[in-house]
């Protein structure tokens, strides 16, 4: 998985299983139209999620969700001399279970609650842009709430909001060579290539496998970094799986053929359906 990339060519949940496994720190930022979403994860964990727009304070939202009663913020307010709206999040989730009002536990399961609402909107959209920035963390501000993301994917997935990545429209291989389709001039329809699918367009040699492509991409400047024999390795097989999949699009599209390497000829792969 790039750092950036469309929602088209990655399903948020991919996204999310990919930044956990890798025990990835950072801001996973996702938009669409004017919608934003900021998800900060942290070693396995989503610690903190942002909306765009209208965010009540934290002492709000409780309220409003049936976590707290007001009368609870009335007490708070009276004993320290400060609107727990104006409180930042830390604090006041300190003063309340100082209290006895929640436990921390419940405030997890909230919090819980409160992500997968999020998620169970995000996961419905098939378009919209995403970029993870390495090494962002939460505002000092935020009521950081660790939550497993693998818990959190299975219980999405239980509330009745499975994901899953859309399948190639052509099965393909490791082992597969692709080249570039012969397109007809009298073709009308337009041909739109996204950022990940150029990338692997330009390694297409005619006699290259899918294989040594998937190589080529975590070997570019851009992933120059040291990566000890574990790293490698699990970059290694994300990578393999983007090309497949990548490659599927692009034969689907009619923008590469399967070829075999000594005659040149079209493989014919099994066509699955209509290009997306």
């Given at each position: ?102 436990t921390r536990d419940e405030i997890a399961e909230w919090s819980m609650n409160d992500a997968m609402n999020l ?157 997306r």
């Open positions: 998985m790039a750092n950036y990339g469309n929602l088209r060519q990655y399903h948020l949940g991919e996204i999310l299983r990919i930044i956990g496994d890798g025990l990835r720190r950072g801001r996973l930022v996702v938009e669409r139209g004017g919608l934003r979403a900021d998800l900060y994860c942290e070693n396995g964990y989503l610690v903190y999620i942002w909306r765009s727009g209208p965010m009540p304070p934290l002492a709000q939202r409780w309220v409003s969700t049936g976590f707290i009663a007001p009368g609870l913020l009335a007490q708070v307010a009276a004993e320290t001399g400060i609107d727990p709206a104006l409180m930042e999040e830390p604090r006041l989730a300190q003063e309340i279970v100082d209290r006895g009002f929640v998620l169970g909107v995000i996961f419905a959209w098939r378009d919209g842009d995403y970029r993870f920035e390495d090494g962002m963390t939460a505002p000092p501000s935020a009521l950081r709430v660790p939550l497993a993301i693998p818990l959190l994917l299975n219980r999405v997935v239980q509330r009745g909001g499975p994901w899953q990545n859309t399948p190639p429209t052509v099965s393909v291989s490791l082992t597969d060579v692709l080249d570039f389709a012969d397109i007809r001039p009298d073709e009308q329809r337009s041909i739109q290539i996204t950022r990940d699918q150029w990338r692997v367009l330009t390694l297409l040699a005619g006699q290259v496998t899918l294989e040594q492509i998937a190589q080529q991409l975590i070997s570019q400047p851009e992933n120059s970094a040291v990566l000890d024999p574990q790293r490698y390795a699990l970059e290694l097989r994300r990578s393999e799986e983007g090309v497949l999949r990548l490659a599927g699009e692009l034969i689907g599209d009619g923008v590469a053929v399967a070829i075999d390497p000594v005659t040149g000829e079209a493989t014919g792969h099994t066509w699955r359906g209509p290009a």
